[in-house]
């Protein structure tokens, strides 16, 4: 199904469970062969498209497990962290009342940033009790559509905006902070809209959103950036490839695991769905997937070393047609349109 050129929220919603269809076509083909010993074509034919479907998805899934390479080298400098940088994010769930929770977490792994999505006003105010005096710096965006955004800073946030960029109800958050070590770091945090028959028809919002920041990045050359959320989309898919491509952001998942974020409360219906993207000046000292706090998602933390002597311009750089692909995107997002064709690759 992902290689049907249009984006409709039947055809992208199988980008997502690649490997629950791994395991379900390996064990398929194994009852195959066991079960039809003639070697007559049909058998053959049935078992070699099984064996094929498996190794597919196999092939697409592998970057995110620890038998592929890392793209974001490990960090090297430890001890010295005025260079580190740690931050959370969470989708809390917002009829999630577990409050409580999310507050002990973050106590006790003590990130310098917080990014909370789903979160609207209650959330707010139950946050601001019990982590207010530990985050000065914040940047609320309280609604009640399941797409309010809370960011929550020790460092001090410069010139921090929330921005609109697809949908007038669906919140981004860009700003900059500056390291202890006075080097300077742009962030953007985003919670786009997924496909889904309750949501939005097609994935062309979603794209679109992340296509649009993916240019932004690539103006800005020579950046040290970080984007992270919940971008309601698999790290393997056909968006977040071409969000990495135009961006020249690494994703430290890539040879490390899945850490799969969703379903928290379904072992067997789980995918990685909250992201963190990096320019190639960081280095990964952790990544690691927290607890649960009653949301369906888990929360995600990440401890960034800036090391430009690390810096081997490890990002990728766009195909042929990337850009045309993008643009088009981002106009039919922009209109609000789901029609969008995709070039699957």
Not at 6 to 28: C, K
Not at 38 to 48: C, G, K, R, T
Not at 280 to 306: C, K, M, N, Q
Not at 318 to 324: I, M, N, S
Request: charged residues 25%.
């Amino acid at each position: 199904m992902p290689f049907i050129k249009y984006d409709d929220w039947w055809i992208r919603g199988f980008d997502y469970p690649r490997q629950q269809l791994a395991f379900l076509l390996f064990l398929s083909a194994i009852c195959w062969v066991l079960s039809n010993q003639q070697n007559d074509a049909l058998n053959i034919a049935v078992s070699v498209i099984l064996v094929s479907a498996t190794l597919y998805q196999g092939y697409r899934i592998l970057p995110y497990t620890p038998l592929h390479g890392k793209d974001a080298k490990d960090a090297e400098i430890l001890e010295e962290s005025s260079g580190h940088l740690t931050l959370m994010i969470s989708n809390v769930l917002q009829t999630n009342t577990r409050t409580d929770l999310l507050i002990s977490l973050v106590k006790e792994r003590d990130p310098d940033i917080l990014l909370t999505v789903e979160t609207n006003k209650w959330w707010e105010e139950k946050i601001m009790e019990g982590l207010g005096d530990t985050y000065p710096y914040r940047v609320p965006v309280p609604i009640e559509n399941l797409y309010g955004m809370h960011l929550w800073s020790k460092l001090e946030l410069i010139d921090p905006e929330v921005k609109y960029r697809i949908k007038d109800d669906i919140p981004s958050v860009e700003t900059s902070i500056k390291l202890e070590n006075g080097h300077e770091v742009d962030l953007y945090f985003l919670h786009p809209m997924p496909p889904s028959p309750t949501e939005a028809y097609a994935s062309t919002g979603r794209d679109a959103e992340l296509s649009l920041v993916g240019l932004e990045i690539k103006e800005r050359d020579h950046k040290t950036v970080i984007v992270a959320g919940d971008m309601n989309d698999v790290a393997w898919s056909h968006s977040s490839r071409l969000f990495q491509r135009l961006s020249g952001l690494l994703d430290p998942r890539r040879g490390r695991g899945m850490f799969s974020t969703f379903h928290a409360e379904h072992r067997l219906l789980r995918w990685p769905l909250d992201h963190v993207f990096h320019s190639s000046d960081l280095a990964v000292v952790d990544l690691e997937r927290l607890p649960y706090i009653g949301s369906d998602h888990f929360p995600v933390l990440i401890t960034l070393s800036y090391e430009p002597a690390q810096d081997e311009n490890q990002g990728e750089t766009p195909e042929e047609d990337d850009l045309e692909e993008a643009e088009e995107t981002i106009e039919k997002g922009k209109a609000h349109e789901d029609d969008a064709v995709i070039k699957e690759r």
